[in-house]
């Protein structure tokens, strides 16, 4: 029988003239696994998210995501998957409810899908009483968590988390990683990159990128008996040693 996954990759590569971002990578991440994405900056993990999403062409290789060919299916990867960023994921100008009503509308939910599910939303996040409150209004954690349910309103197989915990407190950041966890329970995939080494440690396993490519894939266990390290920090730091580019 045959592995389920969500995703594959096989020497996936993405260069941009005589520059080359993505160097190579090959891995595979099962249905509803929490997978991190690791690497410093430059390392190329932005680049390669790009491409899982549909949004770039690679230079060569290939994968699959939710089943379908990054070069030929785009724009169907794009409806079967969530995305949240940490820079930009909701409208501020927008009340709590317009913005889920404005993302469901976006991946074609049903008006009567989107007013079932934004009670049920609200009610959960302990918003009700936000609901037609500026996004702008809401504290960091509120945003954050709101982002998250925003992205996975429409229940896609795979969510792409790009350091969605960056700027919020330890307990937030807690909090948010129950709401993965809950998402991961229910089937959904979750494809994670965070610069908080001690998130790794909440993953199913870790891959860390260094200069374009994966230089360790395995368990945070695993990788942290590999290394002879106590802790994901340690891992992460005698990889990183060896990068030699700081952009990309």
């Known amino acids: 029988m045959q592995p389920d996954y969500a ?3 096989k020497d996936l590569t993405k260069r941009f003239g005589d520059f080359t971002a993505v160097d190579k990578i090959s891995f595979e991440v099962s249905r509803g696994e929490i997978f991190g ?10 680049t390669a998210m790009r491409m899982l999403c549909g949004l770039s062409l690679p230079s060569a290789g290939t994968a699959t995501v939710a089943g ?19 820079k930009f994921s909701l409208y501020e100008d927008l009340t709590v409810k317009e913005n889920i009503r404005f993302y469901g509308g976006i991946y074609g ?9 934004t009670g049920y939303l609200l009610q959960h996040l302990r ?12 504290p960091l954690g509120w945003k954050q968590k709101l982002a998250f349910s925003v992205a996975i309103f429409h229940e896609p197989d795979i969510v ?7 700027g919020v407190d330890p307990v937030t950041r807690r909090e948010f990683w129950n709401m993965i966890y809950e998402a991961s329970a229910k089937g959904i995939t979750v494809f994670v990159t965070t610069h908080y080494l001690d ?19 395995d368990s945070p266990s695993a990788l942290k008996q590999q290394f002879s390290a106590a802790s994901m920090d340690g891992v992460f730091l005698q990889l990183a040693r060896k990068a030699k580019r700081t952009e990309g």
């Open 37 to 46: 994405f690791l690497g410093a900056n430059g390392a190329g993990k932005t």
């Open 160 to 166: 792409f988390l790009d350091e969605p915990t960056g």
């Open 109 to 117: 939910r049903s008006d009567l899908f989107i007013k079932e599910q």
């Open 199 to 217: 998130e790794a440690e909440y993953c199913n396993r870790v891959s860390i990128m260094v200069d374009g490519k994966i230089e360790a894939l």
């Open 7 to 9: 995703i594959t990759a």
């Open 68 to 86: 379908f060919d990054v070069y030929r299916d785009n724009e169907r990867i794009k409806k079967r998957i969530g995305y949240m960023s940490q």
């Open 127 to 138: 918003l009700e009483k936000e609901g037609n409150t500026l996004v702008r209004a809401l």
